[in-house]
């Protein structure tokens, strides 16, 4: 039948591309992330078909940063790849850094000098009585938990006072991670060809680095300038 009546078959998924190198003689395959995966596993498949495997090039990895991310990012000192931790948690630290009674280094020091005179006190009792050492142990668990209560509620009380700051990261972060991916496999280039035009694509591809080597983050900004 494939000899008689070839138009009846077409290729599968492992035979399309071997096809279209037969086809078209391909010199280089600019493939995403899930067909490199894939192509080593085709080689077999090329040698016994007599066909040419192309070089496979791994395809630019990059998202756009309009100027309203850009200025949020600037604003708190953020990277965009910091965003990929959960708002949470980048709200946590900027509370942190901006909040001295939030700050990691005094509760940090507020636990040393509150347990430390109870840990001298454990000592000298472990060598006279064990019970009275199990004893103050357990004080100190209480304490530790309280501090790390105390600790908790006042990160919570500022992040409550920065409601703002909470929805600009959200923002941010759902603009750079849609559902916590990467943009380029969410967002559509029509949405950025719609809304700014085509001159900023040469800027696009000035800026571009040919070589692979991370996830860029260019600024729209540049890109137009």
Avoid at 80 to 91: D, E, K, R, T
Avoid at 126 to 148: F, R, V, Y
Avoid at 157 to 175: E, F, G, P, V
Wanted: some cysteine; aromatic content about 10%.
């Amino acid at each position: 039948m494939l000899k008689q009546e070839p138009e009846r078959f077409s290729p599968s998924v492992v035979l399309r591309p071997i096809m279209a190198d037969y086809m078209f003689h391909t010199a280089a395959y600019v493939a995403g992330p899930g067909e490199i995966a894939y192509f080593p596993q085709l080689k077999a498949v090329y040698k016994h078909l007599q066909v040419d495997m192309p070089l496979i090039w791994p395809r630019t990895s990059l998202s756009i940063v309009e100027a309203r991310i850009e200025k949020i990012l600037g604003k708190y000192s953020l990277s965009p790849i910091m965003l990929q931790a959960a708002v949470g948690q980048i709200m946590n630290e900027l509370t942190r850094q901006k909040n001295q009674l939030a700050s990691a280094a005094l509760w940090e020091q507020t636990r040393h000098d509150v347990l430390e005179p109870l840990r001298h006190l454990r000592n000298e009792a472990s060598n006279q009585d064990q019970s009275l050492a199990a004893a103050i142990e357990t004080a100190m668990g209480k304490i530790g938990w309280q501090l790390n209560q105390l600790e908790t509620k006042t990160i919570q009380l500022y992040k409550k006072q920065n409601s703002a700051l909470t929805a600009q990261l959200n923002r941010a972060k759902n603009y750079l991670f849609p559902g916590q991916g990467l943009q380029e496999r969410r967002l559509n280039l029509f949405y950025f060809l719609n809304k700014y035009g085509l001159d900023w694509l040469d800027g696009l591809v000035e800026c571009t680095p040919l070589e692979y080597v991370v996830h860029y983050f260019m600024g729209l900004k540049i890109l137009t300038d």
